[in-house]
């Protein structure tokens, strides 16, 4: 590969820590770049299983890997307050220099509404979320800290652990505004796959966004999540799918559902068709590679892969073979 960096992203609503963290160094041995890891509180079926802590998975990742890594994403607003969020990525940035990014996102109820009370609407979880990069950033200075804002309040602190320099800090985004301000505020973008129509929506977007704050959209990272199914016969793609990430076949959006539970009697609904042009379910190697090239040419460089079966070792292997050479910018 040139210049094209592909990760895995640890589904750790799938497998338990210990294995989540062995896997990530199987997959930097088979040419992986790098890790993003899924922050939840819960699965989002009860098959997948596990719902680990990320920071502490991530720090265990740091350790036994050597690429990139962070939480694809963490929400800095409800389980978290922003400072709590800043002190866990500096401490992060300060163990392993110039390895890791914060990812941050408006959340969703399946993992933020554990803390109870009132679940907003997606405006206020916008604002809330841009409200928080806010006080991070400025908690990445090192300098006492002030805060008294429309949802935050935080007494004059600072962070006492920092890094030389602070991560950097990418936004999660998919809609219009989100990707206009996150190319004005944040240092990059994170956007789950989609149609190369939609994405080339919000890369224009997050483009005019950058250049209103005086920045280059084509130098600032663009990190893409793609899902995908790959078992040794179409079949058990096809299986792998169903059973282990029906929500991938969900065409409606899934921040307000609250229980894993309910996701599961969604997705008895869930047919095979409903996977068309959200996910690429084959046994065929070929045909992911030119599923990911697409998604190269748009203009991201930075992917990170969630097969969504169990079979893991058999697809870094097969991947890193047979896929990961094959891809260029």
């Known amino acids: 590969m040139t ?3 592909i990760g ?7 497998f338990p820590p210990a294995e989540s963290v062995r896997l990530a160094a199987l997959a930097e041995q088979h040419g992986f770049s ?3 890891a899924a922050d939840h509180f819960q699965p989002w079926v009860p098959a997948q299983g596990e719902a ?3 920071w502490s998975v991530l720090s265990a990742i740091g350790e036994r890997t050597d690429g990139d890594f962070g939480p694809g994403v963490t929400c800095p607003s409800f389980r978290f307050h922003p400072s709590l969020v800043a002190q866990a990525a500096a401490t992060t940035e300060a163990m392993y220099p110039c390895r890791h990014w914060l990812g941050i996102g408006s959340g969703e109820a399946l993992n933020e509404h554990v803390i109870a009370g009132y679940w907003p609407e997606a405006p206020e979880r916008v604002r809330r979320m841009l409200e928080a990069l806010d006080i991070i950033r400025k908690l990445f200075t090192g300098k006492d800290v002030k805060h008294n804002g429309e949802f935050f309040k935080l007494h004059t602190t600072r962070l006492w652990t920092l890094p030389d320099e602070p991560p950097p800090i990418y936004v999660a985004a ?3 505004y ?3 301000k996150t190319g004005e505020l944040a240092d990059g973008l994170i956007t789950p796959g989609a149609s190369l129509e939609k994405l080339a929506g919000i890369l224009d977007n997050f483009g005019k966004g950058a250049r209103k704050a005086g920045k280059d959209p084509d130098a600032m990272p663009k990190l893409l999540q793609v899902h995908l199914s790959w078992a040794e016969d179409d079949e058990q793609a096809w299986q792998n799918a169903m059973e282990q990430w029906p929500n991938g076949g969900m065409k409606f959006p899934k921040a307000d559902v609250r229980s894993p539970f309910d996701f599961e009697q969604m997705a008895k609904l869930v047919r095979r068709e ?6 690429v379910v084959s046994s065929d190697p070929d045909e992911h590679r030119a599923a990911l090239q697409k998604f190269v040419d748009a203009g991201f460089t930075r992917i990170y892969l969630h097969n969504v079966g169990r079979n893991q070792e058999e697809w870094l292997e097969v991947f890193g073979r047979e896929v990961l050479p094959k891809l260029t910018a």
């Open 3 to 5: 210049d094209v960096q």
């Open 8 to 14: 895995i992203a640890a589904a750790l609503e799938q």
């Open 34 to 36: 790098g890790q993003m």
């Open 52 to 54: 680990s802590f990320v």
């Open 174 to 176: 998919a809609g219009p």
């Open 178 to 180: 989100t990707s206009r």
């Open 274 to 279: 409903d996977f068309e042009g959200r996910m």
